[in-house]
């Protein structure tokens, strides 16, 4: 199947197809280094987010991470529920709520940390330290790219794509 210009789904699809591949491949590894931890690749992020920064409130995470408030809310209440994360009324502004790790986080951190890095680490062991210093320079030109057209639509990034 070709488009008018003569180039197949394929084609111009092939980085979309990629990506999607190496971003499984990672997340399935981060599952996998995770499971004792009953961790994923969809909410550890969250536990070393606040780790590093306590007191954080919700919105400012999203902010950061450029996830659905849906998404990230129920990510939040089951790391709650779980004991990795506590919720506390602002003591400056009683509308909002700010993230603090708990004990379990704490004490966790720096395991969870060196076991995603080494993960990371093995996705790019194939490329020379150029090859992997371009590949993270050429994804952030992409992603800065993506922000830019955010803003300039007044769009949030997941109605772009």
């Given at each position: 199947m070709q488009n008018m210009n003569g180039r197949s789904f394929y084609d111009t699809h092939e980085v979309e197809k990629l990506t999607t591949i190496y971003n499984r491949m990672i997340r399935l590894r981060i599952n996998d280094t995770l499971k004792e931890f009953k961790l994923s690749e969809s909410n550890f992020f969250y536990v070393l987010l606040v780790c590093e920064s306590p007191g954080i409130s919700q919105d400012k995470l999203i902010q950061n991470i450029y996830r659905d408030h849906s998404v990230v809310t129920r990510a939040i209440s089951k790391l709650i529920k779980n004991g990795w994360i506590e919720k506390k009324m602002s003591d400056v502004?009683?509308?909002?709520?700010?993230?603090?790790?708990?004990?379990?986080?704490i004490n966790n951190y720096q395991v969870i940390f060196d076991r995603v890095t080494a993960v990371n680490d093995e996705s790019v062991a194939v490329l020379s330290e150029g090859e992997t210093e371009q590949f993270k320079v050429l994804l952030e030109k992409v992603i800065q790219a993506g922000i830019e057209r955010e803003r300039l639509s007044g769009k949030k990034i997941s109605e772009l794509f």
């Open positions: 502004d009683k509308r909002q709520t700010e993230l603090y790790p708990t004990a379990k986080a």
